[in-house]
């Protein structure tokens, strides 16, 4: 297996800098999850390291080997699309042993790993199917399958569950963590799913406008927001901001409190009045939504159910420890 490094990685098209310095270190084994939003690079930053495209400057290293001028083919590199990008006419079993056919593999060891692999993601009933035969988890699955075959150093994976539905994104984010805890492979995988990247990695990198924002655990990302960027991204439903006049508790110098949902309170008497617009009853919990002065929404979960409801207005605190205090420039006090 790998670890990856990038050193001040640029990229631009034409004139316009699309990633602008990026450096990270990935170990060997690691989990580790690109999020943004959409158009801030993940998918770019990817095939970068893929080799799918070049760097503009700065430099890429698998395993300590500068890998730049080394081709896509020859990176040990292999990516699992948003799309499958399998081949219609050839079956399961096809799709998965095209690669290593291609690479001169012997048919004996190319049975023996499409095989294993099959095994693996239960696929071994389907392998005569073709791909329309088969249901998008299914699909996403031998896409995965033609990944393990070629035993890459890095497994990379683009954005794979956005064509699945709800339910079947939360099964298979399970299978392919459970892939990674089974294989001990480095995996890179992009997403634009907070939940996602929260759920699966074991090292989540905020990326906005092409620049690293924040690298943490899941936790600490939640826990300690480094600006109110992360902390609006990270979490949910979203943290809530207003302004610190509001908050006389907060630190010197805050411009924005971040409260989250979770954390806010009713109380018997201020700092907040909420006036509620909406109550959703959820059996469990109750998301009250409303402002607390004009323009700030603001949102607040209660554990069980309410009899709280729209147009009432509720006093509203948050314990002092679960305060974030921000700057006038966003980042954290
Ligand atoms: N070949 C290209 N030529 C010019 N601009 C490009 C090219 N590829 C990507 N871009 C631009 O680079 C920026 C980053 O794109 P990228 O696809 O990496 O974002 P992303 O974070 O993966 O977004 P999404 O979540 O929407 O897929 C976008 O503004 C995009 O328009």
């Known amino acids: ?31 580790v999850v690109f999020v943004g939003p959409s158009g801030c690079g993940k998918s770019t930053l990817l095939r970068i390291i893929s080799g799918l495209e070049p760097a503009t400057s700065g430099d890429i290293r698998i395993d300590g080997q500068r890998v730049n001028e080394v081709t896509a083919a020859h990176r040990g590199c292999s990516m699992v699309f948003q799309s499958y990008a399998l081949y219609p006419h050839m079956s399961v079993y096809d799709n998965m042993a095209f690669g290593l056919e291609n690479l001169g593999v012997a048919k004996a060891v190319i049975e023996t790993k499409v095989t294993a692999a099959a095994t693996m993601l239960q696929l071994g009933p389907l392998l005569q199917r073709k791909p329309t035969q088969l249901s998008g988890g299914q699909r996403q699955r031998v896409a995965i399958g ?19 539905d709800a339910e079947l994104r939360v099964s298979m984010r399970a299978e392919i963590r459970d892939l990674h805890a089974r294989l001990g ?52 439903p979203r943290m809530n901001f207003v302004p610190a006049a ?88």
């Open 185 to 236: 492979a480095t995996m890179i995988y992009v997403t634009h799913d907070q939940v996602e990247a929260m759920t699966m990695a074991d090292k989540i990198v905020v990326l906005r406008a092409g620049r690293i924002e924040q690298v943490g655990t899941p936790l600490e990302l939640y826990n300690t927001p480094c600006n109110q960027f992360v902390a609006g991204f990270i979490g949910s």
């Open 246 to 333: 509001e908050f006389p508790s907060a630190l010197p110098g805050t411009h924005t409190v971040g409260i989250r949902p979770e954390h806010a309170q009713l109380a018997d008497s201020g700092p907040l009045q909420l006036k509620i617009k909406q109550v959703e009853q959820l059996g469990s919990t109750s998301i009250l939504h409303g402002h607390v002065v004009p323009d700030a929404p603001f949102e607040l979960i209660l554990n069980g159910q309410t009899t709280i409801q729209r147009g009432d207005t509720v006093c509203v605190s948050a314990p002092p420890e679960q305060l974030h205090c921000f700057d006038s420039n966003g980042l954290r006090l």
């Open 146 to 164: 033609r990944s393990i075959v070629r035993e890459p150093k890095l497994f990379l994976f683009d954005e794979p569950l956005s064509n699945l």
């Open 1 to 31: 297996m790998a670890t990856l490094e990038l050193s001040n990685v640029v990229k631009s098209f034409d004139k316009t800098t699309i990633i602008h310095g990026v450096d990270l270190a990935v170990s060997d084994g690691e989990f």
